[in-house]
């Protein structure tokens, strides 16, 4: 079984950059399409962006498009999201997820979070104004 740990979270100022990292471990990783999310207290788990199987794929949120990049290496088993000009309304709990195996279409970005299956434990990231 597939298991993702995050990584990299932590306090920052306004404007200033974060590096999340996503480890997988256990299973397959490199044949799909993985996701970021995030979810801030009492409000519902918000798509961040996804990246297929390949990396050369790529979908944003409206609210960080243009500010977040999302890349992965294969031969790591790892996705990054590097976030830049972070807001205080960027703080949330961070989450990868990778898409729920169905055939072929598992290998490119889907934006519901219900399009994934295995996640990880999140990670704090807290930006101050």
């Known amino acids: 079984q597939v298991q993702l740990v995050e990584s990299g979270g932590g306090l920052v100022q306004s404007g200033g950059s974060l590096r999340l990292s996503c480890a997988a471990s256990?299973?397959?990783?490199?044949?799909?399409?993985m996701g970021w999310f995030r979810q801030a207290p009492g409000k519902e788990r918000e798509f961040v962006g996804s990246i297929s199987w390949s990396g050369g794929d790529t979908d944003y949120g409206d609210s960080v498009k243009g500010r977040f990049i999302i890349s992965r290496d294969n031969a790591k088993d790892t996705i990054y999201l590097q976030m830049n000009s972070l807001k205080p309304e960027d703080t949330a709990v961070y989450y990868c997820a990778r898409r729920s195996d169905v055939g072929y279409g598992a290998r490119f970005p889907a934006r519901g979070p219900t399009a994934y299956d295995i996640w990880g434990q999140g990670t704090q990231v807290t930006v101050s104004s």
């Open positions: 256990g299973g397959t990783f490199s044949t799909f399409a």
